[in-house]
Structures are given as structure tokens and as C-alpha cells.
């Protein structure tokens, strides 16, 4: 690859219309927020460099930018294209460690560090903490998860594959810190779902 390629590399698959697509993603994710468990279909609107996927990487075009410190799980962070794809089109700068982050990117969600590595808030600026924007296959393949709580009239289901390791113990830690803790935004082909820090989950067996 000659080097225009790769400066090409690191420029092309940006929003073609970025204040309309980023509009339409941002009320996509604010939909899903308001709604825990609900798909909000999201038009797949980015071309990033792989393993960073067109839905995660839309979700980080809206909501990054110079001053949110972005954290990339190792399989991104390996791939200098994804850094330098994210710089030119958010300019967020990245994070050092997790808990420095204001966001995540998490490519390998089942190779995920422990939620409580991320900023958690303070008690006074709960805002303060990490939003995880995870990369999943399907919101209906995995493990069934119900959820509870503000935004949901009675339960919502969701069943998202490859989640973190022991997701359902380390959730129940991480809402017993409300109103500190992490928020998920979950990216897949089909569209966006949220988990607020509010939210009660338990697996459909319990």
C-alpha cells in the first residue's frame, strides 16, 4: 500500500452528510437511552478501517470529540489505521487508561476489562464517568437479558451476543453505585440499543 493510500485510508468512510447523519444517529441513541432494551434502527452511515464496525464507529463519530478522551480495547488499539481513522473525523484524543476515558470502544466485548475500570463519576458529577459503546454480531442471538427499570413500562428483553465476562454480576455492581457507574450503548448491524446505569438487569432464568 503505497502511503496515499493509507493517508486515504485514514480520511475516506466519514459521514457523507455530517450534521444530517450525525442528527440521525444522535436521536437514535437518545431514543435507546430514553428506551433501555429497544432497538432503534441506525442507517449504517460510516466506512471505518476493520475490526472497528460501521455501527460502533457511527455512534463515535456523534458523540466524540477533542475534549471526550477515547479508550480502544486492544484489538483497535492494534491497528494504527483505527487510531488515526477516529483522530481525523472526531479529534478525540485517546485515553491512556480506562478510568481517563469518556468513552470506550470495545471491539471484543467477551475480552473486556472489568466495568469498574472505567470513570465511574463522583457523587456530585455522575456524569463524569465512561459511556462503553460496544461492538455486537446481534441484539437477539445471545444470552436473554431482562431488563427493568426507568423507560420501561413493565421488562424489556434483549438477548446481545458476546457480552463481557460475568455481564449481569458486574452490572448489578454497577448499578448499586447509582448514580455512579457506566452507561453501554450496544452497536450492531440491525441498530442501537442502550443500557443506562439505571437500569435493573437479570438473566430470563432468575
Known sequence: MSVSDRAAEHIAGGFANPVFDA???FRAVMD???RPGIVQPAHTLAKPPQPLSPAAAAVALTLCDHDTPLWLDPSLRQMPAV????GFHTGAPLADTAADAHFALVAEPAALIALENFAQGT????DRSTTLILQVESLVAGDNLLLEGPGIERTALIAPSSMPRHFVEQWK???ARFPRGVDVILASPAGIACLPRSTRIRTSEA
Open 173 to 175: 455492581q454497577n448499578r
Open 23 to 25: 442528527q440521525a444517529i
Open 32 to 34: 435507546a437511552m430514553a
Open 83 to 86: 487510531a488515526s481513522w477516529l
Open 123 to 126: 457523587q456530585e458529577y455522575p
